[in-house]
């Protein structure tokens, strides 16, 4: 039984409403039986078809590094909000510092992230790094102690609604911390120092080994 392109639209819309979730082309492509014969061509098609459909509404389907998955439009966020009485997460200055070190730098361990920013790195952030899988171990430095090498995952990227890291903007562009994502208010507690200039030669330095690997 062959499916029309519709009829695979229709289930593709239903399914990526349902579950919540970014999903892939092959995890797609597994919907369907070979008798119904849906080709991963056909799949990505569609896709494109719907993301047409609901350009310009206040729901949209994104690509991001897992997959496709149904979104609110961001420019919708301040209704949405209104929603939930709870109030976002808020993230201290220094652990918006040191995930942007370890989306800038990757590799890097918590050492060369001590070194820029010029103080040590609290447990509590890699930790809270680690449970949200915004970052993950991929290795050691072949140094005294091997400490860990930290790299962002693709829940990082999810959660930023990017595709890839290429989509991180330019250091050069961030003219400020906060600019790093709206969504992610940071409150400055009392005891903690502003040790960090954006505008920093430390900065210069990140900017510098990004370029480094994205060259190599």
Known sequence: MNLDEQKVKNIIEAVLMSVGKPMNIEQLSKLFTEDEKVSNAVI???LGQLQLDYAGRGIALKEVASGFRFQSDQDYSEWLARLWEEKPARYSRAFLETLALIAYRQPVTRGEIEDVRGVGVSSNIIKTMLEREWIRVVGHRDVP?????YATTRHFLDYFDMKSLDELP???EIKELDDINPELEFEQPQNEQMDFDPSSEAVELVDTEAQQVDQA
């Open 145 to 149: 102690g091997r400490p860990a090498l």
């Open 44 to 46: 990505k098609k569609v």
């Open 170 to 172: 330019s250091l050069a």
